[in-house]
């Protein structure tokens, strides 16, 4: 079995945020990046298929700048046996753009005559939620795309999916090739090891330059959330209740 899994290198989730000083994109400044964690999930099930399958190849892709690499050598830490840098012309920031289409077209014509069996990616990238890649990428490759997938099982040639939805579970199925978008619970990504971390030192990773397509999403400006308000005690025990109820009446209007 032939894997791709898509990745992307997005701001740590636990950094704290500052808009930049154009307004339109995030102040990079010591700010440390991560693998983002929904493509985590389908690097695992990527390694996770491939054993089961008893063989086959692993290969991760990024759309990027020379950074996107140290996220690709994670994955190959993890256990990916090679990746492919898509480098984007410039420094990079233009991917930072919330512009699905323009990655998706990359990726597409890096993936389309690779062969492969399934194409993971994860849900979502945690800095813009857009989930757009996914569903973009199997339609420019002409190949079915079940998205947000917590279960997942390969057999046969085909898929069987569930996934999560408003008060149940939806049970998709599809032939392979196929794009899959990963959600949490789908497994329990593992951790890097020291060996997996000295062993992706020596795997291949190929660099290869593209030229991303104009966007046709436009960031106007980004803002910092307000600022929470402090707490306040109105008292202790069951006494504090009547002007805790008052309060969120009158203040919060919430009740």
Same mark, same amino acid.
């Given at each position: 079995?032939?894997?791709?899994?898509?990745?992307?290198?997005?701001?740590?989730?636990?950094?704290?945020?500052?808009?930049?000083?154009?307004?339109?994109?995030?102040?990079?400044?010591?700010?440390?990046?991560?693998?983002?964690?929904?493509?985590?999930?389908?690097?695992?099930?990527?390694?996770?298929?491939?054993?089961?399958?008893?063989?086959?190849?692993?290969?991760?892709?990024?759309?990027?700048?020379?950074?996107?690499?140290?996220?690709?050598?994670?994955?190959?830490?993890?256990?990916?046996?090679?990746?492919?840098?898509? %480098?984007?012309?410039?420094?990079?920031?233009? #991917?930072? !753009?919330?512009? +699905?289409?323009?990655?998706?077209? *990359? &990726?597409? $014509?890096?993936?389309?005559?690779?062969?492969?069996?399934?194409?993971?990616?994860?849900?979502?990238?945690?800095?813009?939620?857009?989930?757009?890649?996914?569903?973009?990428?199997?339609?420019?490759?002409?190949?079915?795309?079940?998205?947000?997938?917590?279960?997942?099982?390969?057999?046969?040639?085909?898929?069987?999916?569930?996934?999560?939805?408003?008060?149940?579970?939806?049970?998709?199925?599809?032939?392979?090739?196929?794009?899959?978008?990963?959600?949490?619970?789908?497994?329990?990504?593992?951790?890097?090891?020291?060996?997996?971390?000295?062993?992706?030192? %020596?795997?291949?990773?190929?660099?290869?330059? #593209?030229? !991303?397509?104009? +966007?046709?999403?436009?960031?106007? *400006? &980004?803002? $910092?959330?307000?600022?929470?308000?402090?707490?306040?005690?109105?008292?202790?025990?069951?006494?504090?209740?009547?002007?805790?109820?008052?309060?969120?009446?009158?203040?919060?209007?919430?009740?």
């Amino acid at each position: 079995m032939k894997i791709a899994v898509c990745l992307k290198r997005v701001p740590d989730t636990v950094a704290k945020i500052v808009p930049g000083a154009d307004r339109k994109s995030i102040d990079e400044t010591g700010l440390k990046f991560v693998l983002n964690p929904y493509d985590e999930f389908a690097v695992e099930e990527a390694l996770a298929l491939k054993d089961k399958a008893g063989g086959g190849e692993t290969v991760a892709c990024a759309v990027g700048s020379d950074a996107s690499g140290e996220t690709l050598r994670t994955a190959l830490a993890m256990g990916i046996d090679r990746a492919v840098l898509l %480098k984007a012309e410039g420094d990079g920031r233009a #991917v930072a !753009l919330p512009d +699905g289409l323009a990655v998706a077209h *990359a &990726l597409a $014509a890096e993936l389309k005559d690779g062969n492969y069996d399934l194409i993971l990616l994860g849900k979502l990238a945690v800095d813009d939620y857009n989930q757009q890649v996914g569903p973009m990428l199997g339609e420019l490759l002409e190949l079915p795309c079940i998205t947000a997938v917590a279960a997942l099982e390969v057999k046969d040639g085909g898929v069987l999916a569930e996934r999560e939805i408003e008060g149940g579970i939806e049970v998709s199925t599809c032939r392979l090739p196929a794009v899959i978008t990963c959600d949490k619970g789908l497994n329990n990504p593992r951790l890097p090891s020291l060996k997996g971390i000295m062993a992706a030192k %020596k795997k291949p990773m190929e660099t290869k330059p #593209v030229t !991303l397509g104009p +966007g046709t999403l436009e960031v106007l *400006a &980004l803002e $910092a959330p307000p600022e929470r308000k402090a707490g306040r005690i109105v008292g202790e025990g069951a006494g504090a209740v009547p002007e805790l109820v008052r309060l969120l009446r009158t203040e919060a209007k919430v009740l």
